[in-house]
């Protein structure tokens, strides 16, 4: 089933402009979402061809079956609250039915999770975003040899730098990570005395074997040989780092492009877009517990824009966020909104819409 046979059979029960020109924050360049409710045919709603949602490819017009859109409504989902929320001249179509919908018979204390928890894990994300913008990592990937160090009087030099200074100070052409040999020191994490065999005929086996190794290789050193130095590998500091090299070159794979370089041309270290709607969506949650209410159109419309263009600095931003939560937590502790919506209430307005709707077919 598509959307225009929806339209076509005349199953549709509500149909409203949502998202940015809803909200009152669109620009000459925002696109125009529909979102929807309708009802399946008796057949296929008793039948095997239940539907709960239809969207077109782009999914910016979206439609939910009516029993679909009552049980978000009644997990206090945001998205689903908003549609019902909708201006009236953002709506296009109302069928009298839907009046028995009522935004006060379903905002509960489960808007904190829905609302805030999902503004939090988006500052999560703008966080990481900053961190990845303001400490790229370079393509070429380090091994376990760049987090090895050799202590030296009362500090230490990287491993790499050591090899090639000792080889200077010696006279020799350059002492090989190869021709290492590495033994643990008893009672230490990451400590081990290095040995080395010019003639290669000892069998060590390297500080790492292979450019791959995700640990340094110990090797079998005779007990006559005397360590030339002591080493400490930082595998807590090389875990840190595979880490956050994966995250960053997925990151870099999968971004969007058009967006990432607005922000780039703005110089803001933060998706601005999804922080606007990030703190829009805080604004919304402190108004459900100040108010007992969901008015979806901003009032502070120029302010919101303003962090969508970038004019406001990661740190401003931030600092918003943080201060909209604490409110938050604020009118959450005194507010008389139930814990959650009454199932058994929205439930039974759930059964007279189809109802009244089965029974006209």
């Known amino acids: 089933m598509t959307i225009q046979d929806l339209k076509n059979k005349n199953l549709l029960l509500f149909e409203a402009i949502s998202g940015s020109r809803a909200f009152g924050l669109a620009t000459e360049n925002s696109d125009t979402d529909i979102r929807g409710v309708y009802y399946l045919p008796k057949e296929d709603f008793f039948g095997l061809n239940y539907i709960p949602q239809i969207s077109n490819e782009t999914n910016d017009l979206t439609y939910y079956e009516i029993g679909r859109f009552v049980e978000l409504l009644q997990k206090n989902n945001p998205n689903i609250l908003e549609i019902l929320a909708s201006p009236e001249d953002c709506i296009l179509y109302k069928h009298p039915l839907m009046d028995l919908l009522k935004t006060e018979?379903?905002?509960?204390?489960?808007c904190k999770d829905t609302f805030a928890g999902y503004a939090v894990s988006q500052i999560k994300k703008a966080k990481g975003l900053n961190k990845k913008i303001v400490?790229?990592?370079?393509?070429?990937?380090?091994?376990?040899?760049?987090?090895?160090?050799?202590l030296e009087g009362q500090g230490s030099v990287p491993l790499k730098k050591w090899l090639q200074e000792f080889s200077v100070s010696t006279g020799q052409n350059g002492l090989s990570q190869e021709k290492c040999g590495l033994i643990n020191i008893d009672h230490t994490k990451g400590m081990f005395a290095l040995f080395y065999d010019e003639s290669g005929t000892l069998g060590y086996k390297g500080v790492i074997q292979n450019e791959e190794a995700n640990q340094v290789s110990v090797s079998s050193v005779p007990k006559e040989e005397k360590p030339v130095a002591y080493l400490f590998c930082n595998l807590d500091a090389y875990s840190v780092y595979c880490k956050d090299y994966r995250e960053y070159w997925k990151w870099v794979a999968e971004r969007n492009e058009e967006r990432y370089n607005v922000n780039q041309t703005h110089g803001q270290n933060y998706d601005s877009k999804n922080m606007m709607h990030t703190i829009r969506l805080l604004q919304s949650c402190e108004q459900i517990f100040k108010t007992g209410s969901l008015t979806i159109r901003v009032e502070d419309r120029d302010e919101l824009l303003d962090i969508k263009s970038g004019n406001q600095s990661y740190e401003s931003v931030m600092q918003r966020a943080e201060d909209l939560i604490q409110s938050i937590e604020n009118?959450?502790?005194t507010t008389t909104l139930p814990d959650s919506p009454d199932l058994e209430k929205t439930t039974k307005i759930l059964i007279q819409i189809r109802e009244k709707l089965y029974n006209h077919e």
């Not at 018979?105 to 489960?110: A, M, Q, T, V």
């Open 331 to 333: 009118h959450y502790s």
């Open 135 to 150: 400490n790229p990592i370079d393509k070429e990937r380090k091994s376990i040899l760049d987090f090895c160090f050799i």
């Open 105 to 110: 018979d379903f905002l509960s204390k489960l």
